[in-house]
């Protein structure tokens, strides 16, 4: 079975930094586009970074230049260092792993930021 399991949410004071990571089992990350998502309670869940197979990136308006994805050392790991938070970043944030008709979702890590 395909596992995503997301690692490194908290509580953190406004400004400060986290890095979060996901690690898959069963498949193995740098053969799938990976990307991270938040969701608040009642809201959308919204894609804030991307990284393609071939390693380019994207990123949501509202995290450009603060966030960072990467793939790890680890074939199966995938992080997303998050800067200069900001109370709007309390959310809920999700891996993703998608190739072609295949998808799939870690369970997620709660990212409180207090201001």
């Known amino acids: 079975q395909v596992q995503l399991v997301e690692s490194g949410g908290g509580l953190v004071q406004a400004g400060g930094s986290l890095t979060l990571s996901c690690v898959t089992s069963k498949v193995t990350a740098v053969d799938y586009n990976m990307a991270w998502h938040r969701q608040a309670p009642g809201k959308q869940r919204e894609l804030v970074a991307r990284?393609?197979?071939?390693?380019?990136?994207n990123y949501a308006d509202s995290v450009k230049g603060r966030f960072t994805i990467s793939r790890g050392n680890a074939k199966n790991t995938v992080n997303l260092q998050i800067d200069s938070l900001l109370p709007q970043d309390t959310d809920v944030y999700y891996c993703?792993?998608?190739?072609?008709?295949?998808?799939?979702w870690g369970e997620g890590t709660a990212v409180t930021v207090s201001s």
């Open positions: 993703n792993a998608n190739l072609y008709n295949m998808v799939y």
């Open positions: 990284i393609a197979r071939d390693g380019t990136t």
